[in-house]
Nanobody
Framework: QVQLVESGGGLVQPGGSLRLSCAAS????????MGWFRQAPGKEREFVAT????????YYADSVKGRFTISRDNAENMVYLQMNNLKPEDTAVYYC??????????????WGQGTQVTVSS
């Protein structure tokens, strides 16, 4: 079992930055790939970024490539999403998830409760 709790969301102006954190509990955390997804009102949940269990490999959605960075600290059971040059279209609830190294949400076994990110002037 892995429990996930996101934090770090908030209101930011376009062009600003936020760093999301995901705290994991459970002894098997380091054996899972981790992903970040987001869901805007009226839209389906979409993939943002994923990282392998070791942190050696990452993959991003085209919409965030070059602006967002996913990282993890297995010693601290933490996953991060650094978001720079934020745009209004990045506004959504952001979720972290533990599972396979994939873009498909159904391949992830555990999910956090989400944190709201709002990009607006």
């Amino acid at each position: 079992q892995v429990q996930l709790v996101e934090s770090g969301g908030g209101l930011v102006q376009p062009g600003g930055s936020l760093r999301l954190s995901c705290a994991a509990s459970g002894r098997t955390f380091s054996s899972y790939a981790m992903g970040w997804f987001r869901q805007a009102p009226g839209k389906e949940r979409e993939f943002v970024a994923t990282i392998t269990w070791s942190g050696a490999n990452t993959y991003y959605a085209d919409s965030v490539k070059g602006r967002f960075t996913i990282s993890r600290d297995n010693a601290e059971n933490m996953v991060y999403l650094q978001m720079n040059n934020l745009k209004p279209e990045d506004t959504a609830v952001y979720y972290c998830a533990a599972g396979a190294y994939t873009t498909q949400p159904y391949e992830y076994d555990y999910w956090g409760q989400g944190t709201q990110v709002t990009v607006s002037s």
